[in-house]
């Protein structure tokens, strides 16, 4: 049996002894504290020479790597010179402490999607003492604050970027531990209170909480649960009072960097004895302990406190008043408009300046899978009005300075609410520029608005199911060789017996009818250059096309026509379509959220529902796709289908069906119905 003695610095009553099995050797381990008395562990180690079969020494603070790299204190220095000469092989734990720290990382960054930590928002208690996380860390997100110039020198400022954290470990912190004006200051009762205010405010915003070892405790000691609720916490050698400790405190998830070799949890410089023993190594290195850690798979430890495998994933978007009146629902606008009497255009021209700024926070959505999404609407400020009022550059590069902003506050995704024809360029451009992965929305958009007219033709009921699943009906598109068009035909012809395909572009035309033919052969597909030889007939009219316009007289249609706009501006105007009051004109189809909780602003949707660029941004940050998904107007016909069934895996529901003056109830349907039955009567 191999014989290990560890020889703490820190308190003596922890001390024990165990008999434990690693790689199919038996060891005896004894611990020692010595309650930081250095000239006590010299003595351990001189008794403890030639008659253990390993040392090991635990509770040396170790360097920042961002620092000189060397012990400044001399009798650690002497101890560790001490360990060198020793016949006995004595380890440090350094070694592992930096290699686990590393790879515990980038193995949860892979495991988890390859994007747990993408833009995640880090608060660092000691950037120094935590500076390989730290490193590994910038290469997935920006969003790290440290607390080592309040903690270690009472200054009240905290650093925010890895630049500052650098310049701080080399140069600062030693001037200030030579001249500690920080620690003095501190001790003013104001000072001490602005500290701990900067503190709980970085927590309070981050959503991982990087905890050294050693006085884990005092870090913690002055948030409450409420404070520490669903983060996610990385420390090392998490021993069971602190797992219950973080347990109380409702986090959401404990990552433990040391790897657990045997059932007791003990310090990561056992855990390299362990290993050097058991492979009978003369000296650690990295390369030799990245070996063992990958033939024998320790990976770092997760627990999930409360419910396994929780996961929850950031996303914005972007959204922008579509009237004057919508800019009332900006508290400052609403006030301004009681009190004083600029007027609302004045207003308006005033917000197109403005920076993007967060409309609302949206958070307790939760897949049927089990992961959650949390997110922010971003507005813009823009009207529709202001947005034609300046070239598309000016707006460009006000959404990549949302782009900006939404990183900042940890999203890994962003989606554009749909965009006026003129600013279609500027979101491609956007696309290739921003921050992080944008979406435009236009898949789902696509697909909700005929998952929504297919509905409504069925509460209309004026005509009969085919074979249980297809619409014995006539439904046209118009535009159907655009973009967004051509998704429109392919989803059209899954849903209607008889199709009608209009577009300026003959040779398109019969490509396009040859594709549908292909994949829905049971369907008749008509094509023409013109609407109005078939317009009369039609039971369903798709406009995908602005020149639709030109196109559509809504005198003309059938009583009982369901007509779907998705183009934006809207074609009919709210004046045109009170002319047909048999006629049903909607613009789309609104998604019901997943969750039981959910909390976000007004939308001008009921309670847990949205529009479905919303959605499809919703559903990639559940499913953990932080892509371009739908780029500019271009819409994939499989990105359509994908994101339909993503949609379904994860709980979207189609909610309700809008019209040109809002989401349409089931009287507002059966009202039309009823006007269309007296008119074909």
């Known amino acids: 049996m191999k014989q290990i003695i560890n020889i703490s610095l820190g308190p003596e009553n922890e001390n024990y002894q165990i008999k434990t099995q690693f790689s199919g050797k038996k060891f005896s381990i004894k611990r020692f504290g010595t309650d930081n008395n250095l000239e006590h562990a010299e003595d351990l180690l001189l008794k403890w020479n030639k008659k253990a079969d390993i040392l090991c020494i635990s509770g040396i603070k170790y360097p920042s790597t961002f620092g000189k790299g060397d012990v400044t204190d001399r009798k650690t220095r002497e101890l560790l010179d001490l360990c060198q000469r020793l016949q006995t092989l004595v380890a440090t734990g350094e070694t592992l402490y930096r ?60 650093l925010k970027s890895m630049n500052e954290l650098k310049l701080y470990a080399q140069k600062a912190h030693g001037f200030l ?54 983060k996610t916490i990385i420390t090392t050698t998490a021993y069971d009072d602190r797992v219950e400790f973080l347990t109380d405190m409702e986090v959401s998830m404990i990552i433990d960097t040391t790897p657990k070799l045997i059932d007791r949890v003990v310090e990561g410089v056992v855990i390299e004895a362990l290993m050097l023993a058991a492979m009978e190594i003369s000296k650690s290195s990295k390369e030799d302990l990245l070996e063992i850690i990958s033939e024998q798979r320790l990976d770092p430890t997760i627990i999930y406190p409360f419910e396994p495998d929780k996961r929850v994933n950031r996303f914005a978007y972007l959204v922008y008043p579509l009237s004057r009146e919508y800019l009332k629902k900006i508290k400052a606008v609403e006030i301004l408009s009681e009190i004083s009497p600029v007027s609302l255009e004045t207003v308006e021209k005033a917000m197109a300046y403005a920076p993007p700024f ?60 749909m965009l006026s024809k003129s600013l279609h360029k500027a979101s491609i451009d956007v696309g290739k520029h921003a921050v992080l992965p944008i979406t435009t929305g236009n898949s789902y958009t696509a697909s909700t608005a005929l998952w929504a007219t297919a509905e409504a033709v069925r509460q209309m009921g004026l005509t009969r199911l085919k074979k249980r699943k297809i619409l014995k009906a006539k439904a046209m598109v118009i535009g159907a060789t655009g973009d967004v068009g051509s998704i429109c035909s392919h989803l059209v012809a ?47 009219i798709v ?24 183009t934006r501006p809207m074609i009919f105007t709210s004046q045109e379509v009170a002319k047909r009051q ?22 001008d949707l009921p309670k847990n529902i949205v529009y479905a660029g919303l959605a499809e941004t919703i559903i990639l940050s ?24 993503l949609g379904l895996k994860h709980g979207m529901k189609l909610a309700s069906i809008s019209g040109v003056d809002g989401v349409l109830n089931s009287e507002d349907i059966i009202r039309v119905r009823d006007h269309a039955l007296k008119q074909i009567k």
């Open 99 to 158: 290699v686990s720290q590393e790879w515990s990382l980038r193995h949860i960054q892979f495991q988890l999607g390859d994007s747990y930590f993408t833009n995640a928002r880090v608060f660092f208690f000691s950037g120094m003492t935590s500076s390989t996380i730290a490193s590994v860390m910038s290469e997935y997100t920006d969003n790290m604050v440290f607390a080592d110039s309040i903690l270690e020198d009472g200054i009240p400022k905290l």
């Open 177 to 230: 531990k030579a001249i500690p004006v920080g620690r003095l200051v501190s001790k003013k009762k104001q000072v001490h209170s602005l500290n701990i205010f900067l503190i709980k405010k970085a927590v309070n915003k981050a959503t991982v909480l990087v905890v050294p070892h050693e006085n884990f405790f005092e870090y913690l000691e002055i948030f409450s649960g409420q404070e520490l609720a669903g």
């Open 358 to 417: 967060i409309y609302s926070k949206i958070s307790g959505i939760k897949s049927k899978t089990g992961v959650e999404a949390e997110g922010w609407l971003i507005s813009l400020g823009e009207t529709p009005e202001q947005m034609q009022a300046h070239p598309p550059e000016f707006t460009g590069k006000k959404i990549l300075k949302a782009a900006v902003k939404a990183k900042k506050l940890g999203a890994q995704v962003m989606g554009l609410a």
């Open 494 to 540: 899954t849903a209607f017996d008889e199709v009608v395909l209009v577009s300026r572009n003959m040779a398109k035309l019969l490509t396009l009818q040859d594709i549908i033919k292909t994949e829905k052969p049971e369907v008749k597909v008509v094509v023409a250059t013109r609407a109005a030889r078939y317009l009369e007939s039609m039971d369903v």
């Open 543 to 566: 406009m995908a096309s602005s020149n639709a316009r030109d196109s559509v007289d809504i005198m003309r249609v059938k009583p009982g026509c369901v007509i779907t706009d998705i």
């Open 582 to 603: 048999d006629v049903l004109v909607i613009t789309g189809g609104e998604i019901l959220l997943p969750g039981n909780n959910i909390e976000m602003k007004d939308i």
């Open 622 to 645: 559940l499913e953990g796709r932080f892509e371009q998904f739908s780029q500019g107007s271009k819409t994939q016909w499989d990105k359509v289908k994908e994101i339909y069934k």
